[in-house]
């Protein structure tokens, strides 16, 4: 097999592949839950969009469990950190997610205005505040995190939850929100008919150049107001994982140095800001199929820039650089990610197998005819 610096780099690999597989699943059933009071003008329309996501939001969230896992098994001391300097934050998501699988499974049991209603706001919360809060906390990644290492590794976070939601990373979260609404409101264009299709495409007609301008925003934000991280000294990368035995510095324009070195990785901002127009002309043209593939690939691309600019830096300490942590200094062990390699060459093309046969088998559009054939038993 590899040797233990390849296995580093291929778990950022597949870390960032999962990632990707969440952001693009998870992103257009959260956006239509985001879209829910406000696109169904009645509650057959309402129900409608709740359809559309149906067969799929539950095998979604699987790329969600997925990441967590693989971070907490690769990168263990990023799991940590992160679970406890945004534990917060961490609760306020899940306590928002809450509200999804019981919306979705009660909002229709009883024909109460008030009651569908009441569900259809939660639906929106638990859908709304978990893509916010990971813009905010990819904000905070890039501008460094307040957290230190003592001599046994055991980090420690200094800063505040308030501190967490300074303006950058407030920023990253609306520009997070847009995305996921923009995968919502092109899957909305390929399901529904009529009506909700044309204010699909109209939200899509909107949103695609807000998300432009907000992306172009944090990137010149990161230029010009954002220091990044520089490793000078590194140990040898095959030998034990410990981030206190590294050197690095804060330095301007980091977060761009990859993109000089390996021209390549450039074109993943490039596509960050050229896709979302590819989205905007088809959602004109009522090519919907073109549209939540650009809208997608949007996905991708942005992820794609963050993890660019950010390698080989996973967290970055903004209280000693020299603490951060790294792909190279901050995994699991040499054997530890043989075994999980090896899951991961079983397991993820069993799920990428039963996931496209599930969308296979519940394509075409959702309407009002399926409704009244499936009343009893669709949500």
Not at 114 to 137: E, H, K, M
Not at 169 to 184: E, I
Not at 250 to 261: I, M, P, R, S, T
Not at 341 to 346: E, G, Q, S
Request: aromatic share 16%; glycine share 8%; charged share 10%.
């Amino acid at each position: 097999m590899f040797d233990y610096e390849t296995f580093k780099v291929l778990w950022w690999l597949i870390i960032s592949i999962l990632l990707i597989g969440f952001v693009i699943t998870e992103g257009f059933d959260m956006g239509v839950g985001t879209l829910l009071p406000f696109m169904g003008k009645t509650d057959d329309e309402r129900r409608i969009l709740i359809n559309t996501i149906a067969p799929h939001w539950e095998g979604n969230q699987v790329w969600f469990v997925l990441a967590a896992g693989a971070i907490f098994a690769a990168w263990p001391s990023v799991y940590a950190t992160a679970f406890s300097g945004f534990y917060i934050a961490m609760m306020i998501t899940l306590m928002a997610l809450f509200f999804r699988p019981v919306g979705f499974d009660y909002r229709s049991k009883i024909q109460d205005k008030r009651w569908r209603s009441g569900w259809d706001w939660g639906i929106f919360i638990g859908s709304t505040v978990p893509p916010i809060i990971f813009g905010v906390a990819f904000g905070n990644l890039l501008q460094g995190v307040p957290y230190v290492l003592d001599n046994f590794l055991r980090s420690t976070y200094v800063g505040t939850f308030f501190g967490l939601l300074n303006p950058f990373a407030l920023l990253v979260g609306v520009f997070s929100l847009s995305l996921f609404v923009l995968q919502g409101t092109t899957w909305l264009q390929m399901k529904t008919e009529n009506e909700l299709r044309a204010r699909a495409r109209l939200i899509s007609l909107i949103c695609a150049p807000l998300t432009l301008v907000l992306f172009a925003l944090a990137g010149l934000w990161v230029y010009w107001g954002i220091n990044g991280y520089v490793i000078t000294a590194l140990p040898d990368l095959n030998g034990p994982s410990n981030p206190l035995l590294k050197t690095a510095v804060v330095q301007h324009g980091a977060w761009f140095l990859n993109y000089e070195k390996y021209p390549l990785t450039q074109i993943a901002p490039v596509a960050g800001l050229v896709l979302p127009v590819g989205v905007w002309i088809a959602s004109k043209f009522n090519r919907s199929g073109f549209a939540f593939i650009a809208s997608s690939l949007t996905q991708v691309a942005v992820l794609l820039t963050f993890a660019f600019s950010t390698f080989p830096f996973i967290m970055a300490s903004s209280i000693n650089p020299n603490m951060s942590f790294t792909v190279w200094d901050s995994v699991s062990s040499d054997l530890t990610l043989k075994v999980m390699t090896v899951a991961t060459i079983i397991f993820l093309p069993l799920i990428l197998i039963y996931t496209s046969w599930g969308y296979f088998k519940m394509h075409g559009r959702i309407g009002k005819d399926f409704m009244a054939k499936n009343k009893h038993s669709a949500y």
